[in-house]
């Protein structure tokens, strides 16, 4: 009798398993994860332009998802690429021996030609970088064996990357450093040197 | 022996090496046995990771199989059925042909008494059209219509205006609705109906059935000379048809079409009748570079003599 019963507990759990699908469920209905307001902004419709007005300058969002790259290592060439010209990034990155500057320029290169075909921009070299940032991906987490029976936990990380292209040529000072001449400098030092008091002087 | 080689490679590295020199690094994280490599690498656990920007469409029907395989996923069912939705016909039967140089005062052309003459006798099919619109709407008033028509005219262009989905469906017959709406999305479109430079009249009328005898469709073509105001702007407000300040004016032969055999029919904007003689249209404000045309395909010299002659030969041997 026992026999029996075990025979039969045996046949069970070799057919269950076979047929039910279990994975299937779980990848219908998933929720994306991508990154969208930046997006939104290619969606904004602005109010028409009176005459005389001055030309509205175009601009064009574009991000590229889960580069599998280190967030902290793209950053750097995320920030190398501000401000420039398109055309003088490209010709930055292509010269930049690092893995993350091929989806960088990549990532420039896709935006400009949206920007010619979508965004009414006439001139495709017309175009420079005002925003470019990195953003958090997806992170998997693996495992590690330590000593002792102990784990470690491993994150294999991924990461996005955010560009905005906008139309006319890049400001002198991006980053509003307000650099002085030497001459500027000399003149400010001596101000300051007039201006000290010294004590127990008349 | 061993320590003169050593001074002498020491003396070696001190030189200086003119041209280009690769980076080499002086520490290094690596460890000095190489022996426990693999088992170092074996205490990670072993990940497949996954490339989330993979294109499927890209990848090979087999490599597609093998991945559903692995992921126990049925194949997508092919979605074999076309929903339709008869309550507008496709286009525009026996469509009216516009006289030449309408809407300007020149009466005498060849081509305008050979079309009066065919107007004539068209008119009686029209007579008979209406006739049978009349018989499905009692109220039918070739008169009245006109009015009536372009009241719908210009709700229709003005829900298009104010992007009003739901409103433009009740105006626009299905047909007509994807091509009043083409090229207007994310732009601003101020519109204006100014006034009637002659009263709108009916200039043609037809009635067809589809599928069953019962099931009919009727079609009024109505004539508008009126002036309007138009002005497109994309999505950053730079204008980029048409003006602000400028009044035109516009001659257009407007189709509307009523499902009749329907108890709730509406009459709405099927099509419009572009005439042949129609002066052509202003560019557009929008320039841009003119793509470089594509090189041809050189033409491949023809230098395939032992090749195709041995093959030649060889087929000739299989027949």
Known sequence: MNKVFNLLISSIKCQ??????TSAFLLAWTKSRLPKRFLEH??????PQQIGEERRLAYVCHQVTNIKY???????????????TVDEAVKQLSFLNKKGAAY???????????????????FKSNLWIAQSFTGHGRVIKGVRRHARGRMGE????????????????PPKDYYKRNLLTPSQQLDNWMEQMRKRKITNSI | MSTSFLTKVGVL?????????QASRTTTSKHFNPKFKKLRAQKYMKLDLPNFNEDINQLPK?????????????????????????????????AYVPPEGDGKASIVSATRAKQTVQLLEKKSKSMLAIRKIKSFEEEFDSKQFPSFAQDVYVKAHESLVNGDKMALRQYVTEKAYPEFRHNSHMKTIHWKFLDSLEPPRVVHARCTDIISKDNIFGQVTVRFHTRQQLAVYDRFGRLIHGSEILAKDVLEYVVFEKHLSNLYGVWRIHDKIIPDWMPPKEPSRLTRVKPEPEPEPEPEPETVPAITDNKESQV???K
């Open chain 1, 16 to 21: 269950v398993p076979k047929k039910l699908h």
């Open chain 1, 42 to 47: 290619n969606k904004t419709i602005f109010p």
């Open chain 1, 70 to 84: 280190s967030l902290d290592k793209l950053w750097y060439i995320a920030c190398l690429v501000r401000g420039m």
């Open chain 1, 104 to 122: 960088v320029k990549d990532a420039i290169l896709e935006a400009q030609e949206l920007a010619v075909k979508q965004h009414n921009v006439e």
């Open chain 1, 154 to 169: 491993v994150r294999y990380q991924y990461c996005h990357y955010f560009v905005r292209l906008e139309e006319g040529s």
């Open chain 2, 13 to 21: 590295r001190l030189i200086p090496v003119s041209g280009y020199v």
């Open chain 2, 62 to 94: 087999e490599k597609i199989r093998q991945k559903m395989k692995e992921r126990g996923l049925l194949p997508p069912r092919p979605w074999v059925e076309r929903p339709f939705y008869i309550s507008a016909t496709g286009g525009v039967f026996e």
């Open chain 2, 316 to 318: 000739i041997a299989d």
